[in-house]
T-cell receptor, first 110, second 115 residues
Framework: GIQVEQSPPDLILQEGANSTLRCNFS?????LQWFHQNPWGQLINLFY???GTKQNGRLSATTVATERYSLLYISSSQTTDSGVYFC????????????FGSGTQLTVLP | NAGVTQTPKFQVLKTGQSMTLQCAQD?????MSWYRQDPGMGLRLIHY???????DQGEVPNGYNVSRSTTEDFPLRLLSAAPSQTSVYFC??????????????FGEGSRLTVL
């Protein structure tokens, strides 16, 4: 099946700093989504982004499907951004099945 | 609009017991799925459904059973609980987008411990 790798596995930032999280995948995808899991365990959908660039406030994401990667940008980070960020892909050969990466654990210090 | 509702939020079982995790969504989504999350790992797909009466296996289906009799409900059954099934379980739903999975919406999770 498709492989999904996220980097870095851990990231510690001071409040106000910017960061870039990366998601690499091993095969063609139908779609790609980014999620935030907060410290209480809730999973929130951030972006549905099979290709191109999207922005939502301080967060933006870019997927370059032809090169098999996606980036999540967090600008002016806040303590509430802390948690785990997951990307998940639906492989072109695995319709309707999402494969998740292992996540990036982000800690934003005040 | 409640979204995706899972019950119970916490459960402790003894090895060999059976139980059902309930999941309901009120967004009229075609797709529903169950994932498990183990420490330090991403989510792994257990079973999924593309519509009422249709279910299929995901990456880790052994020991679990599902059914989809209505669009709204997608219960997950543990047939004979084992300690390896200690995990946090998430139910999710998504609309269909041009035959593909749309944005995934998750329930709050159910923490299961098997002794």
């Amino acid at each position: 099946g498709i492989q999904v790798e996220q980097s870095p596995p851990d990231l510690i930032l001071q409040e106000g700093a910017n960061s870039t999280l990366r998601c690499n995948f091993s095969d063609s995808v139908n779609n790609l989504q980014w999620f935030h899991q907060n410290p209480w365990g809730q999973l929130i959908n951030l972006f549905y982004i099979p290709s191109g660039t999207k922005q939502n406030g301080r967060l933006s994401a870019t997927t370059v499907a032809t090169e098999r990667y996606s980036l999540l940008y967090i600008s002016s980070s806040q303590t509430t951004d802390s948690g785990v960020y997951f990307c998940a892909v639906e492989g072109a050969g695995s319709a309707r099945q999402l494969t998740f990466g292992s996540g990036t654990q982000l800690t934003v210090l005040p | 609009n409640a979204g995706v509702t899972q019950t119970p939020k916490f459960q402790v079982l003894k090895t060999g017991q059976s139980m059902t995790l309930q999941c309901a969504q009120d967004m009229n989504h075609e797709y529903m799925s169950w994932y498990r999350q183990d420490p330090g790992m991403g989510l792994r797909l257990i079973h999924y459904s593309v519509g009422a009466g249709i279910t299929d296996q995901g990456e880790v289906p052994n020991g679990y059973n599902v059914s989809r009799s209505t669009t709204e409900d997608f219960p997950l059954r543990l047939l004979s609980a084992a300690p390896s099934q200690t995990s946090v379980y998430f139910c999710a739903s998504s609309p269909k987008r041009q035959g593909r999975t749309g944005e995934l919406f998750f329930g709050e999770g159910s923490r299961l411990t098997v002794l």
